[in-house]
């Protein structure tokens, strides 16, 4: 199942009203969805995308942006059904959120989970290849 940009577009503000406003404390530059796929270099393309990132400006101020195309490509690869499309539209949101929450705090546990979690997945792709 696919759903239009329009539709992840109203799905994603729906979910973002169920979060308390202060997570949107100094979030000025607000939650974008991007139409295009962004894939992570450190990968063959179209192996391994970024489907969020949080986003500080010394300009713009801090931002979340989202990659609908990222979510498609995922879906059509794995075959997502309704169910999978929001489960990963609030999972992904929610860890942005927690990503500008934590800098808010000047705290970095996601940040290292994160990066604990890219160095396992480049040790599986090493691996398998």
Request: glycine share 6%.
């Amino acid at each position: 199942m696919e759903l239009t940009f329009d539709q992840a577009a109203e799905l994603l503000d729906e979910m973002a009203e169920q979060f308390p406003p202060v997570f949107f404390d100094e979030l000025n530059g607000g939650i974008l969805l991007e139409e295009e796929a962004k894939c992570d270099p450190m990968f063959p393309e179209g192996e391994v995308y970024f489907m969020g990132e949080y986003i500080q400006d010394g300009y713009l101020g801090n931002s979340i942006q989202l990659y609908y195309g990222s979510f498609l490509a995922s879906a059509r690869r794995e075959h997502w059904d309704e169910k999978t499309w929001k489960e990963e539209l609030y999972t992904t949101l929610a860890h942005e959120l927690t990503h500008h929450v934590e800098h808010l705090a000047n705290a970095h546990g996601l940040d290292d989970k994160d990066e604990e979690q890219l160095l396992q997945l480049m040790q599986e792709y090493a691996e398998g290849n």
